[in-house]
């Protein structure tokens, strides 16, 4: 669990259990949600949203906002696991 501030409001940010990541990896979380900053409090409470990180994948992030401000990191999916869907076909995900 880490504690930051951005724009007077004081935050929260947790991992959800399921999430086995090195400090390295939580570090790089950290300065995404950071470099986020002034867009976090846009988010009502109980919304998602995903940064796509080069190094971990597509982050997945829930916003509590009741009683505190609280994000949790509630899923990473590695690149491996992207599909696309464009019409009716699925495949996996290639970066172009």
Same mark, same amino acid.
């Given at each position: 669990? /880490?504690?930051?501030?951005?724009?007077?409001?004081?935050?929260?940010?947790?991992?959800?259990?399921?999430?086995?990541?090195?400090?390295?990896?939580?570090?790089?979380?950290?300065?995404?949600?950071?470099?986020?900053?002034?867009?976090?409090?846009? /988010?009502?409470?109980?919304?998602?949203? =995903?940064?796509?990180?080069?190094?971990?994948?597509?982050?997945?992030?829930?916003?509590?906002?009741?009683?505190?401000?609280?994000?949790?990191?509630?899923? =990473?999916?590695?690149?491996?696991?992207?599909?696309?869907?464009?019409?009716?076909?699925?495949?996996? /995900?290639?970066?172009?």
């Amino acid at each position: 669990m /880490y504690r930051f501030s951005i724009e007077d409001q004081d935050w929260i940010l947790r991992f959800s259990p399921n999430i086995q990541i090195e400090a390295e990896e939580k570090q790089a979380i950290i300065s995404s949600i950071l470099q986020v900053g002034k867009d976090l409090p846009q /988010y009502s409470h109980g919304e998602s949203f =995903i940064i796509m990180n080069d190094q971990l994948g597509i982050i997945v992030f829930s916003v509590e906002k009741i009683p505190s401000m609280i994000l949790t990191v509630s899923n =990473i999916v590695t690149e491996d696991k992207w599909y696309i869907q464009k019409n009716l076909t699925i495949k996996r /995900y290639h970066k172009e």
